[in-house]
């Protein structure tokens, strides 16, 4: 086993089988397993018979997971007899920091066997010395840094939480860790290795852990205020919404994300200020399947999906929220979605929201009207824009052509 390699335990476990001699010695299996980190991982078993054996196979899978890997192990003769199973994680990695369920199965030449009961390990990155601290269903591991820093982390994921009970009703079914990396690089390798990607701040939600790169600093309780929430938010609407969450438009996604963020990037707010000056928007439809991840597109596309999240939530009230994600939950189109909940089209409902954040009179007012998006969040722009807009309407005896949507349902 390579030197980084480490053993996660040795369990001793019983075999209950039934053997073909009367009053003979039950089979006893020892077990024991260990990784190098994104290169292999070891399974090894030291089986105790007196009874021939003729296979011997590991079976894992990660935890939660449908799809079970087989390895057949070289077995070596002796009293007792080695077993010992190799997989090449570069060929089939596993999900970093997830737990890892195995067994084994021993067959012998008199048609008996003993299968071993589950056994986990979490398959942590263990090129690096974590500490680890938790409150809840929170906890946070780190490399750098000293208990405030991790403090600091818990506290923003906490507020995140409380955030996303609010507006969604979401709750997290199970703990969450969360893995602070003392760099970029640190974390993108750690990725590499096991076959995935990490983009533009966000990790892939179906780890089930959130893995951001964060070293103590000054700016440190800011990217935790920022990043955590809205990791979190895309971690909890996967568990809520399963298979369904592929259906999820992006900027719906994002946008919920970024509202739910304690303090949101500044720059959001120049975005969306030159957008509404220039009238130039992004088209909604084109915001269903991805959001630009970098430039200044992406800023306007999440301070837009946010600002659309506030709009709903203060005109359409956030129960239309809860059921578009219904509505996605149960696979219905980017547009269908909308149709169903809503009755509007994607080119309907941004042009609806457009109108109201939209003060070409006023252009002064554009200033404390945006920034609300800072100090309030999505909701701050769009709760100030509806007031202002029905009390000139309602000065000018225009009618507004806003109808609040009815309680039932159309097909997508």
């Known amino acids: ?67 079970t890997e087989v390895l ?45 009961p589950e056994e986990t390990f979490r398959y942590e990155d263990d090129r690096f010395v974590w500490q680890f601290l938790n409150e809840g269903r929170l906890a946070v591991h780190w490399v750098e840094g000293d208990l405030e820093f ?26 969450i860790d969360i893995y602070l990396y003392p760099s970029i690089g640190d974390l993108e390798s750690a990725l590499a290795l096991t076959g995935r990607s990490w983009t533009a701040g966000h990790s892939d939600p179906s780890l089930s852990v959130i893995l951001l790169p964060i070293p103590p600093g000054p700016e440190a309780r800011l990217e935790f205020e920022r990043l955590i929430p809205h990791e979190l938010t895309h971690l909890l609407l996967f568990e809520r919404m399963g298979e369904g969450y592929a259906k999820l438009p992006a900027w719906m996604n994002e946008g919920l994300a970024t509202t739910i963020e304690l303090s949101p990037d500044p720059r959001y707010r120049a975005a969306l200020e030159d957008a509404i000056a220039n009238r130039q928007w992004l088209d909604l439809e084109g915001l269903c399947a991805a959001v630009p991840s970098s430039g200044a597109e992406a800023l306007l596309a ?60 006023e252009p002064g007012a554009l200033g404390p009207m945006i920034a609300g998006l800072v100090a309030l969040g999505a909701g701050g722009v769009t709760a100030w824009a509806v007031r202002r807009r029905r009390m000139r309407r309602r000065a000018s005896g225009q009618a507004s052509n806003y109808r609040r949507p009815g309680s039932g349902r159309a097909a997508s």
Request: contains cysteine.
């Open 1 to 67: 086993m390579d030197r980084r390699g480490r053993f996660a335990g040795l369990v001793l476990i019983l075999g209950a089988v039934l053997s073909a001699a009367a009053g003979q010695t039950p089979p006893i299996v020892r077990t024991a397993v260990g990784y190098d980190f994104g290169v292999r991982l070891t399974f090894a078993a030291t089986i105790f018979s007196a009874g021939e054996i003729v296979r011997a196979a590991v079976f894992y899978r990660p935890a939660g997971g449908s799809d």
């Open 72 to 116: 057949l192990a070289e077995l070596t003769p002796g009293t007792p007899t080695i077993a010992r199973a190799v997989q090449d994680l570069r060929q089939r990695p596993l999900p970093p920091f997830r737990p890892i369920v195995y067994w084994w199965q021993v067959d012998f030449a008199d048609r008996t066997m003993v299968v071993t």
């Open 150 to 175: 991790a403090r600091d982390a818990l506290d923003a994921g906490a507020s995140g939480l409380a955030r996303l009970r609010s507006l969604l009703f979401l709750e997290p079914n199970r703990s």
């Open 302 to 361: 999440y301070a837009q999906s946010a600002s659309l999240i506030g709009y709903l939530r203060d005109v359409y009230g956030s129960g239309s929220i809860v059921a578009l994600l219904d509505a996605y939950q149960e696979g219905a189109s980017c547009t269908g979605g909308l149709e169903r909940v809503l009755r509007r089209s994607p080119r309907v409902l941004l042009q609806e929201w457009a109108d109201y954040v939209q003060d070409e009179e």
